[in-house]
């Protein structure tokens, strides 16, 4: 039996208004190829990088909202290798002080989140390699995990949690088809020793494909464990069509990036202060959400994990309205999780109404039916029966145990 031994890393683009080191607009989906640049984000020789302090705080903020430690001095480091779609020939990163470290999240150790650009977008079409370089510059943060997970499953759990986080704190649209969320996990074996190989499997756009990826590594490893090898170290893709991974470059080809501090950006020092402020901005998180709502309104676990989804806000605030026409929030849960709507209350208390009948209503029946009422004092029961099929007549969802009960003690 092996156990699998699963490590994240994961690239977010911030929705921050400009790139992470000049004033070009972050915002790249779907506009027109390379028509938001300048000479920073194209590479162009001379040109220099001012950092984007929104992004800093925004990295900060993720890191605090992953119980990361802070560091008191960070930089950035430059990251070489030659891509197309990397027009310096290197990527401003950071290597040995990234802004967090020593995080959680759920069992899950997060080793780093750090702040880096992306980089332009290659379109392949026929013969030719066409480049974009909207992206290129577009703020990036990598959150790395300790390989704390052990099945496609846990990987996914912690992936929609830290989706989910990422969401709250309004700092990106983690949409993972537009790829501005992107997965990699690293996966080995453990034999009883610690494994001596990792296979990366690169740029995963969906929690169901990681998944996916996942399960077909761990079979795929199992099998050449099983013949006494080792599988190869090497870096993977997704095949979607295929629903398989294939080999992309192997160990001997790996880069050597050849980091060193980034002369053009000096150091940036973060005071208790400067934290402090920015931990007191994060909003409620999910998991406190759902302690306070299982506590204030009583709704099942399996609702709230709906309505925390994105619905939580709205939830409320009908809670708040609903309260004045004794509308209950697991009258409004139920009703936001089975229909959407947005007339909520309006639907619910005309569902309330066309379910209750008043006595006046009975009353009203009872005079416009006198000789059924006769005939049932008379001891005739089929006559209670007609009343009955009247009342239901004019309120078709009530309750019909309840009309009996309620005739019986009028008649
Ligand atoms: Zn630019
Ligand atoms: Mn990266």
Redesign the pocket.
Known sequence: MYTPIIGMEIHVELKTK??M????PADHFGKKPNT???????GLPGALPVPNKKAVEWTIMLGLALGSKIANVSKFDRKHYFYPDLPKGYQISQYDQPIATNGKLGEVRIRRVHLEEDTGKLQHKRNNTLVD?NR??VPLVEIVTEPDIHSAEQAKIFLKKLHQIIRYLDISDADMEKGSMRLEPNISLNTGDFPKYKVEVKNINSFRFVGKAIDFEIKRHEQILEKGETPKQETRGWNEAKNETVSQRSKEEAMDYRYFPEPDIPPMRFSPSQISNIQSTIPELPDAKKVRFKKEYGIPDQDIEILLEEKADMFEELVKQGAKDHITPKEIANYMINKKSDHILADIKEAKNTMEISDEDIEQILAEHSKAVEDYKNGKQPALMFLLGQIKRKQPKADSQKILESLRKKL
Request: aromatic residues 12%.
């Open positions: 400009s790139k080191f000049c004033g070009c938001q640049t300048c000479p920073v984000c194209l370089f290129s510059g």
